[in-house]
């Protein structure tokens, strides 16, 4: 799996911004898509995440702003609303993809980050 993130930037306290992730040449189906952040000093941590069958999680920390969805014409394809962005939400931000191969095991894909800088 190839997945291409895209949508970083700037923005001042209170903005907004969108990440796009698409995930190209899948061996085995997507079972989940999601997006993690690593902020300097920090372990990448989950933000959110979607599941083929559309249910989403969030870190307590971007409840209520951030929303996390998918493309209705490609599944593949996710996207990160951020609005009411924050200064500790500055991160690189990471597109992950996983794909069952079996049962009980499964392969986990990580896209290159784009970095989210939030100014006070």
């Known amino acids: 799996v190839q997945l291409q993130a895209s949508g970083g930037g700037m923005v001042h306290t209170g903005g907004s911004l969108r990440l796009s992730c698409a995930a190209s040449?899948?061996?085995?189906?997507?079972?989940?898509m999601g997006w993690y952040r690593q902020a300097p000093g920090k372990q990448r941590a989950l933000v959110a995440l979607?599941?083929?069958?559309?249910?989403?999680?969030y870190s307590d920390s971007v409840k209520g702003r951030f929303t996390i969805s998918r493309d209705n014409a490609n599944k593949n394809t996710i996207y990160l609303q951020m609005n009411s962005l924050k200064p500790e939400d500055t991160a690189v931000y990471y597109c992950?993809?996983?794909?069952?191969?079996?049962?009980?095991?499964?392969?986990?894909?990580w896209g290159q980050g784009t970095l989210v800088t939030v100014s006070s």
């Open positions: 992950r993809a996983e794909s069952k191969v079996s049962v009980s095991s499964s392969i986990g894909y």
């Open positions: 040449r899948p061996t085995f189906a997507i079972s989940s």
């Open positions: 979607i599941t083929d069958d559309g249910s989403t999680n």
